[in-house]
T-cell receptor, first 113, second 109 residues
Framework: IAGITQAPTSQILAAGRRMTLRCTQD?????MYWYRQDLGLGLRLIHY???????GKGEVPDGYSVSRANTDDFPLTLASAVPSQTSVYFC????????????FGEGSRLTVL | GQNIDQPTEMTATEGAIVQINCTYQ??????LFWYQQHAGEAPTFLSY????GLEEKGRFSSFLSRSKGYSYLLLKELQMKDSASYLC??????????FGAGTTVTVRA
């Protein structure tokens, strides 16, 4: 059982470059999320999708874009990376409902130089 | 939006009890969650409260008071493997989850 798979695990990127972080889930969850985690700030929501074909902005969406063409995939794109986007990025999914717990991927560590 | 506060760090002895408090201010409350995150790993779900009261799950319990905007996570019979960061998270009416900065618990022998 894979759950949620993120790629790449780690990446060093030059400022100004375009980067897409991939996220795939095999649990048929409707909702998917992208968070970034920075020391002292905790997890902050970047973008989310409640169902395939829809997306929404979270707390820190600037500089990021997402798409949700199907249920399983939810890629996060940095159009032109900046050093402040250096962070650990977590993708998560939820089946919804009352408990609606989030299941997280293993994270992608991105360093922008 | 959400404003979620929890202590930055706590230290306790193996076998002891630790209580991690979380206070929140929210525009639309739809549940409170606790997650555990070991260093270098992804967060994992611990507990969920949507009604006032105590939810017990083995050595871990979580309490919620919606009128006070307050929750706590109680860890009993602490073990070394409980050394981790504990994240309080509040879900809003759009089912988005906002997290506190986390409490790092260190268990000493």
């Amino acid at each position: 059982i894979a759950g949620i798979t993120q790629a790449p695990t780690s990446q060093i990127l030059a400022a100004g470059r375009r980067m897409t972080l991939r996220c795939t889930q095999d649990m048929r969850h409707n909702a998917m999320y992208w968070y970034r985690q920075d020391l002292g700030l905790g997890l902050r929501l970047i973008h989310y999708s409640n169902t395939a074909g829809t997306t929404g902005k979270g707390e820190v969406p600037d500089g990021y874009s997402v798409s949700r063409a199907n249920t399983d995939d939810f890629p996060l794109t940095l159009a032109s990376a900046v050093p402040s986007q250096t962070s650990v990025y977590f993708c998560a999914s939820s089946k919804g409902g009352d408990t609606g717990e989030l299941f997280f991927g293993e994270g992608s560590r991105l360093t922008v130089l | 939006g959400q404003n979620i506060d929890q202590p930055t760090e706590m230290t306790a002895t193996e076998g002891a009890i630790v209580q991690i408090n979380c206070t929140y201010q929210t525009s639309g409350f739809n549940g409170l969650f606790w997650y555990q995150q070991h260093a270098g790993e992804a967060p994992t779900f611990l507990s969920y409260n949507v009604l006032d009261g105590l939810e017990e799950k083995g050595r871990f319990s979580s309490f919620l008071s919606r009128s006070k905007g307050y929750s706590y996570l109680l860890l009993k019979e602490l073990q070394m493997k409980d050394s981790a960061s504990y994240l309080c998270a509040v879900r809003d009416s759009d089912y988005k989850l906002s997290f506190g900065a986390g409490t790092t618990v260190t268990v000493r022998a």
